[in-house]
């Protein structure tokens, strides 16, 4: 079984700043079957990137994914005040098909 | 734009069994391509995948839930369900039922419902 893990658990940054995520796979993930989801408060969590590295409809160019094999990243460029959540990083392809992180929070400094 | 609801109780008394059933508006379940799935969240924590299944009835459980878990659809009713038995407080959660889509060559979760949930107490 992949576990993921994500770091930091949470950062705290300021509207404006840059914002970089990391997940990491206890092994190889295939194929950069790695996508990232955000979360709000009250909220079902939203497709940011898929393919490791690729945007979903309607998500702002702020939001990049990169990485491959174990290590993957999360970078927000400049963050908005909507951007101060919770973000997952999800594997698809070993037991147990679909695995998620723990999440990291973006909160404001 | 495709829409998933989640309905069902909200409270489940221990050694009972959960169901609940996701309702897909504006698009068919039939259609193909995609693996209808349930998703629960405990409170404050990260997300636990269940299981999932595609319309033509084949169905895939996360190992350790499997003994107690099956997924059925409905697509007379543009309807999937998820049955778990013998639930504890443990099971205590959100429950989402979510699309998985096939985007370059991996599946990853496009759509979801708002989540509904359940508690296990008697």
């Known amino acids: 079984e992949i576990v993921l893990t994500q770091s930091p658990g949470t950062l705290s940054l300021s509207p404006g700043e840059r914002a970089t995520l990391s997940c990491r796979a206890s092994?190889?993930?295939?194929?950069?079957?790695l996508a990232w989801y955000q979360q709000k408060p009250g909220q079902a969590p939203r497709l940011l990137i898929y393919?490791?590295?690729s945007r979903a409809t309607g998500i702002p160019d702020r939001f990049s994914g990169s990485g491959s094999g174990t290590d993957f990243t999360l970078t927000i460029s400049r963050l908005e005040p909507e951007d101060f959540a919770v973000y997952y990083c999800?594997?698809?392809?070993?037991?147990?098909?679909?695995?998620f992180g723990p999440g990291t929070k973006v909160d404001i400094k | 734009q495709v829409q998933l609801q989640e309905s069902g109780p909200g409270l489940v008394k221990p050694s009972q069994t959960l169901s609940l059933t996701c309702s897909v508006s504006?698009?068919?379940?039939?259609?193909?391509?995609?693996?209808w799935s349930w998703i629960r969240q405990h409170p404050g924590k990260g997300l636990e995948f269940i299981g999932y299944?595609?319309?033509?009835?084949?169905?895939y459980y996360n190992p350790s839930l499997k003994s107690r878990v099956t997924v059925s659809v409905d697509t007379s009713k543009n309807q999937f369900s998820l049955r778990l038995s013998s639930v504890t407080a443990a099971d205590s959660a959100l429950y989402y039922c979510?699309?998985?889509?096939?985007?370059?060559?991996?599946?990853?979760?496009?759509?979801w419902g708002q989540g509904t949930l359940v508690t296990v107490s008697s």
């Open positions: 979510a699309r998985a889509a096939y985007v370059s060559g991996s599946y990853a979760f496009d759509c």
């Open positions: 504006g698009g068919s379940i039939s259609s193909g391509g995609y693996y």
């Open positions: 299944i595609y319309y033509s009835g084949s169905t």
């Open positions: 092994q190889s993930v295939s194929g950069s079957y």
């Open positions: 393919g490791a590295s």
């Open positions: 999800q594997q698809y392809g070993s037991s147990p098909l679909f695995t």
